[in-house]
């Protein structure tokens, strides 16, 4: 898990072809303006999909892993609040991996709540289970995915 500003992304670069491209477009794209759903960067090896949703609270964000994608998630406009553990202390599966969607979700609890501004973003890998829209009130979000094969 990587938490900084996106004005920092740069330092990221490193992390691979993809993972610079994606942050490449975070900023060169107006994000505010994009509308919402899914805009496609480099087809299903990296694409963007920008959401509005309410906070859900604490007791609302389940904790969800993916096995082939990363996630880069940016906060536009709201407060959010993520809970984070690691996967390999999740033991109590609520859904079962569904390979078309890339996702699992666990019943376990977050380790650490990490509070995201707007401007800020936080990359998740496959060992990072995390509880995004764990915050209150209106959110706009852009999440990166990122495939790893």
Same mark, same amino acid.
């Given at each position: 898990?990587?938490?900084?500003?996106?004005?920092?992304?740069? $330092?990221?670069?490193?992390?691979?072809?993809?993972?610079?491209?994606?942050?490449?477009?975070?900023?060169?794209?107006?994000?505010?303006?994009?509308?919402?759903?899914?805009?496609?960067?480099?087809?299903? $090896?990296?694409?963007?999909?920008?959401?509005?949703?309410?906070?859900?609270?604490?007791?609302?964000? $389940?904790?969800?892993?993916? $096995?082939? @994608?990363?996630?880069?998630?940016?906060?536009?406009?709201?407060?959010?609040?993520?809970?984070?553990?690691?996967?390999?202390?999740?033991?109590?599966?609520?859904?079962? @991996?569904?390979?078309?969607?890339?996702?699992?979700? @666990?019943?376990?609890?977050?380790?650490?709540?990490?509070?995201?501004?707007?401007?800020?973003?936080?990359?998740? @890998?496959?060992?990072?289970?995390?509880?995004?829209?764990?915050?209150?009130?209106?959110?706009?979000?852009?999440?990166?995915?990122?495939?790893?094969?």
């Amino acid at each position: 898990m990587i938490l900084d500003t996106l004005d920092d992304a740069g $330092r990221y670069y490193g992390l691979g072809e993809r993972m610079r491209r994606g942050f490449e477009f975070l900023h060169a794209t107006a994000l505010h303006s994009l509308p919402q759903g899914r805009h496609e960067i480099d087809g299903a $090896r990296l694409f963007v999909i920008v959401n509005e949703d309410i906070g859900r609270g604490h007791a609302g964000a $389940r904790l969800e892993t993916h $096995r082939h @994608y990363a996630d880069i998630q940016v906060l536009l406009e709201g407060h959010e609040l993520i809970g984070w553990r690691p996967l390999a202390e999740c033991l109590h599966v609520s859904e079962p @991996y569904d390979p078309e969607r890339d996702i699992a979700f @666990y019943a376990d609890e977050p380790r650490v709540w990490l509070p995201l501004a707007a401007g800020h973003f936080v990359v998740f @890998y496959p060992h990072d289970a995390h509880a995004p829209l764990a915050g209150s009130g209106p959110l706009r979000k852009a999440v990166v995915k990122v495939a790893l094969d």
